[in-house]
């Protein structure tokens, strides 16, 4: 083992002990008392439940996440892509379709490595605390989905990675970031009407209370959009949600059938206001331009790592190529990667705080916010007092507990 797979390795063990240290510190930093917020929402009975549905979930993740790194360590170690990279060049292909049969065989074996973590995620944790309502034949279903659509999707984008790198020069990174940035935008509008209606059923929400309060509040707002629907997401899960879609005039608002049975008019639409809240501070926008920016800098440090002949000496390959460069570099990139996440997640927080306070002075009703914060909390089990660290490292919304705080501070 050269310096440079050790260098590569040491990357990839830090990421997992810090990850892994967070997850520790979160699961002792719960506490058996029921804060008194939560008082009247929680019973003895069911806030134990909680606890454990933490402890279960981070063990599980914990697991899965040292199984994989140790795959990964044995595979860079053993030479596995050096192999699975003689098996593609003996098709005879040019570089991109080369590219795609190695990038190819490798998701799929990571895909099918992780196929018995996702069924026990879902029918033995989320089916023990009352969560998972999806059947085999629906998991099934899924997987192929995905795996079709991630196929043409990142082959896509991958295919033209390659040749941009492969032909352009020392300017390629510039046109494959442009490249990108144009097919994510068009994805953003493709994907509410032409991919998530593979997987579930949208219709128009019904007349009624909640539509009238909600359309009012979008109108006063002078907030345009598509229109209300409801997404039958009870089919796989009991846990609730809801969220924007598109962009523009071509925004929707999509509300989880299970949202819309357990929470009251004001409620739901104290949640939608906090999401029109995020469209109209600009914080889709802001995050977007976070995104690519980040993105800018992923392409611009590949450009200069992609053709280093130590970066293929640490994954003991005999030959260089265009599409194995940029495989690796993503086991190189993962620390900066992490430090990326965390600045996003705490722009995300902050987002989620003025979101908040929008939707609190314009609707009136914080106490519908309120409620359904806790409501939310309540029927998904989440954590109310999640470790500092943890929340620094990985949360894109502030815990529960503040955010009840911050709003009760708000002045309408």
């Known amino acids: 083992m050269n310096v440079y797979t050790l260098l590569i390795i040491s990357f990839l063990i830090a990421v997992y002990v810090i990850e892994t240290i967070a997850d520790y510190l979160n699961v002792k930093n719960i506490s058996n008392d029921i804060p008194e917020e939560f008082e009247k929402y929680y019973d003895k009975e069911k806030y134990d439940k909680a606890q454990r549905y933490l402890k279960e979930k981070t063990k599980f993740s914990v697991n899965s996440s040292t199984f994989f790194i140790i795959v990964q360590i044995i595979f860079i170690t053993a030479g596995g892509f050096n192999a699975v990279d003689k098996f593609a060049r003996l098709f005879g292909f040019g570089e991109i379709i080369t590219g795609l049969i190695f990038a190819g065989i490798l998701l799929l074996a990571v895909s099918i490595l992780k196929i018995p973590f996702s069924a ?13 309502k999806m059947t085999v034949k629906t998991f099934i279903s899924d997987l192929l989905k995905s795996w079709i659509i991630g196929a043409i999707i990142g082959g896509v984008v991958f295919a033209v990675i390659i ?17 990108v940035i144009i097919f994510e935008l068009a994805i953003t509008f493709i994907y509410p009407v032409a991919v998530m209606p593979l997987f579930n059923k949208f219709t128009p929400l019904e007349d009624g209370e909640l539509k009238t309060s909600v359309e009012e509040y979008a109108k006063k707002q002078n907030f345009k959009m598509k229109g209300l629907f409801k997404m039958d997401n009870s089919k796989r899960s009991s846990k609730s949600n809801a969220f924007f879609a598109g962009f523009g005039r071509f925004r929707r608002i999509v509300l989880f059938d299970t949202l819309i ?18 469209f109209k501070l600009g914080h889709i926008i802001r995050q977007m331009i976070f995104g690519f920016a980040t993105l800018g800098l992923m392409f611009f440090i590949l450009s200069l790592f992609i053709n280093s002949s130590w970066l293929f000496e ?29 600045i996003s997640s705490i722009l995300s927080r902050k987002h989620e705080y003025e979101a908040d306070a929008y939707a609190v002075t314009t609707y009136k ?38 955010r009840i705080k911050a709003i009760k501070n708000i002045k309408t």
Not at 263 to 278: F, I, K, N, P, Y
Not at 324 to 337: D, K, N, T, V
Request: net charge negative; aromatic share 18%.
């Open 314 to 342: 640490a994954f003991r390959m005999e030959r260089q190529s265009v599409y194995a460069g940029i495989i690796f570099f993503g086991f190189l990139y993962s620390p900066i990667s992490m430090i990326t996440n965390i």
């Open 163 to 179: 040749w941009f790198f492969g032909d352009f020069g020392s300017a390629a990174w510039v046109y494959a970031f442009a490249a």
């Open 120 to 132: 026990y995620n879902i029918f033995v944790i989320e089916e023990k605390f009352g969560f998972n």
């Open 365 to 402: 009703k914080p106490q519908s916010m309120i409620d359904a914060l806790k409501k939310l909390s309540v029927d998904n089990l989440s954590n109310l007092s999640p470790h500092p660290f943890k929340v620094f490292l990985e949360y894109s919304h502030p815990p529960v507990l503040e």
């Open 261 to 278: 049975q357990k929470h009251t008019a004001d409620e739901l639409t104290s949640v939608l206001a906090h999401e029109m809240g995020h």
